[in-house]
């Protein structure tokens, strides 16, 4: 199994969730998240919260890390998860895939709840493809 690293500017949200997700589908710890430049004080209550509520997947003991040299070398896939306006631009050196996900910030329940199911079916995709 590879060791996946999934990024995004704040690694508040997504990143946290695709990390949570991947984890838990794979059974095995071997993704992790981080920031570019600016990791949040911690995870969002709200990414805590969607994830407990629709996977039963508890990452309330998760922490924004910020992204290192060391990370981007030892990942064998690095994702970007974000919107491509507001994204983590990394050195050319180190190729990422991108996922189009949106920020959950200032969207309606039911949008949320949407690009969640997107996030997951994703992260199994990729969890499959690996395996």
């Not at 922490?63 to 690095?78: F, G």
């Not at 491509?84 to 039911?110: Q, R, S, T």
């Not at 949320?112 to 690996?130: C, D, H, P, R």
Request: net charge neutral; hydrophobic share 40%.
């Amino acid at each position: 199994m590879a060791i996946v690293l999934f990024i995004c500017k704040e690694n508040a949200y997504r990143s946290q969730i695709a990390e949570a997700l991947f984890n838990s589908i794979a059974k095995k710890n071997l993704a992790i998240s981080a920031s570019g430049a600016e990791p949040a004080k911690g995870v969002s209550g709200d990414a805590i919260r969607l994830l407990k509520e629709n996977y039963g997947i508890d990452m309330s003991k998760q922490m924004p890390k910020m992204l290192s040299e060391e990370m981007l070398k030892r990942a064998n896939r690095v994702i970007t998860v974000c919107d491509p306006n507001d994204c983590v631009l990394l050195p050319k050196k180190y190729k990422a895939e991108h996922w189009n996900i949106p920020k959950f910030e200032g969207m309606e329940e039911e949008e949320k709840i949407k690009n969640l199911k997107l996030l997951y079916s994703m992260v199994k995709e990729l969890v499959s493809e690996l395996e």
